[in-house]
């Protein structure tokens, strides 16, 4: 059981390539969840899926797109990176009735240069 | 004015102090309250959580509530240097809501 699981765990990218992050949980979870976390800005949702076939925008939708490809995979498209979005990305899932339990992956590590 | 106030810290305490975290709020239809511990390079876990107003235990962490005041609260008792972490905590609509609202997290040391 690996619970969340992210790839790639550290990316370098240069301004204006596009990378896709991948997550999967294995819980059997109804929703995923994809946050950003910032020095002195904390974690901030950037889209969430509250079941299979739905995604909803978070706080900080902008400069992302994703997909949810099933139940158990929730993904994350740059199209065209820039310096703004360096930082550690999150994946997470939960139940969904319990919403305050949610299960988090190791996070990707991602700079734009 | 954010809606989850966190004092980032950072919080230096010798090893067997009690520690206290705390958060205020601002919006009083929260309804659960919940306490997440990230160590350093990892994702945050689930500590505590607490439905409304109250106290919870569990082992040497304490959870507290006080709606009245818009205020929680963690207490760890007897800290131990795995006890280093950020401490998030984090809120959220009854119902079937599914965003959480993040505090910034305390950053807490304990030293042996």
């Known amino acids: 059981n690996a619970g969340v699981t992210q790839t790639p765990k550290f990316q370098v990218l240069k301004t204006g390539q596009s990378m896709t992050l991948q997550c999967a949980q294995d819980?059997?979870?109804?929703?995923m969840y994809w946050y950003r976390q910032d020095p002195g800005m904390g974690l901030r949702l950037i889209y969430y899926?509250?079941?299979?076939?739905?995604?909803d925008k978070g706080e900080v939708p902008n400069g992302y797109n994703v997909s949810r490809l099933n139940k158990r995979e929730f993904s994350l498209r740059l199209e065209s990176a820039a310096p703004s979005q360096t930082s550690v990305y999150f994946c997470?899932?939960?139940?969904?009735?319990?919403?305050?339990?949610?299960?988090f992956g190791p996070g990707t590590r991602l700079t734009v240069t | 004015q954010k809606e989850v106030e966190q004092d980032p810290g950072p919080l230096s305490v010798p090893e067997g102090a009690i520690v206290s975290l705390n958060c205020t709020y601002s919006?009083?239809?929260?309804?659960?309250f919940m306490w997440y511990r990230q160590y350093s390079r990892k994702g945050p876990e689930l500590l505590m959580y607490?439905?409304s107003s109250g106290n919870k235990e569990d082992g040497r962490f304490t959870a507290q509530v006080d709606k009245s005041s818009k205020y929680i609260s963690l207490f760890i008792r007897d800290s131990q240097p795995s006890d280093s972490a950020t401490y998030l905590c984090?809120?959220?609509?009854?119902?079937?809501?599914?965003?959480?609202?993040w505090g910034l997290g305390t950053s807490l040391a304990v030293n042996p």
């Open positions: 607490t439905y």
């Open positions: 919006n009083s239809a929260f309804q659960y």
């Open positions: 997470a899932s939960s139940e969904g009735g319990h919403t305050y339990e949610q299960y």
């Open positions: 819980m059997n979870h109804n929703s």
């Open positions: 984090a809120m959220s609509l009854a119902g079937n809501n599914r965003k959480l609202i």
């Open positions: 899926s509250a079941s299979e076939g739905t995604t």
